[in-house]
């Protein structure tokens, strides 16, 4: 059983930065996909960056490219998204997802993704 416990969120103000952090445990390894989705009340779950560390391939959603870094540090089984320049409309519940992806570099797909974390608030106020 893999086990993700995101960390980091917050209210901030337009412009402003926040760090998210997603430690991994148990069955989760550093080879697995890492990626963080976000879903904001009404809307669907969107893929927002991942990461495939055999590879070091990152990708990312149009509307945050620029803007957030999706990285990993296998010392300390975390996966990290620095959001920077951040608008209202990046206010979401954020996810932490890991799997073992295969196939197309098709990160944004949920199905590529076996365990999620319980979420993170990030609200942005104008």
């Known amino acids: 059983q893999g086990m993700l416990v995101e960390s980091g969120g917050g209210s901030v103000q337009a412009g402003g930065s926040l760090r998210l952090s997603c430690a991994w445990s148990?069955?989760?390894?550093?080879?697995?996909?890492k990626a963080w989705f976000r879903q904001a009340p009404g809307k669907e779950r969107e893929g927002v960056a991942a990461i495939r560390p055999t590879s070091g391939s990152t990708g990312y959603a149009d509307s945050v490219k620029g803007r957030f870094t999706v990285s990993q540090d296998n010392a300390k089984s975390t996966v990290y998204l620095e959001m920077n320049s951040l608008k209202p409309d990046d206010t979401a519940m954020y996810y932490c997802?890991?799997?073992?992806?295969?196939?197309?570099?098709?990160?944004?797909?949920?199905?590529?993704?076996?365990?999620w974390g319980q979420g993170t608030q990030v609200t942005v106020s104008s």
């Open positions: 997802a890991a799997g073992p992806g295969g196939g197309g570099w098709y990160w944004a797909e949920k199905i590529k993704y076996t365990y």
């Open positions: 148990g069955s989760i390894y550093s080879a697995h996909w």
